[in-house]
């Protein structure tokens, strides 16, 4: 009795059948632009984290900027 050929094919991962999804349902430049959205997100997030621990700062040394001077 011989066992079983295996197989030697991956299973994709979530990630790889979503990007073949979205590949299907949207041209290449609605795909360039969701992309591009979805980077300038992730960038606005970063940038208030960096607000905050900005403040955090002035705050524990007693200085705070004028309302002038804030960006």
Avoid: H, K
Wanted: net charge positive; proline share 7%.
């Amino acid at each position: 009795m011989q066992a079983a050929p295996v197989r030697a094919t991956a299973i994709p991962s979530f990630t790889t059948a979503l990007r073949a999804v979205e590949s299907l349902l949207m041209s290449g430049g609605q795909r360039t632009a969701r992309r591009n959205a979805w980077a300038s997100v992730l960038e606005d997030r970063r940038r208030a984290r960096d607000r905050v621990e900005a403040q955090r700062v002035l705050d524990l040394a007693g200085t705070t900027p004028s309302p002038a001077t804030r960006p």
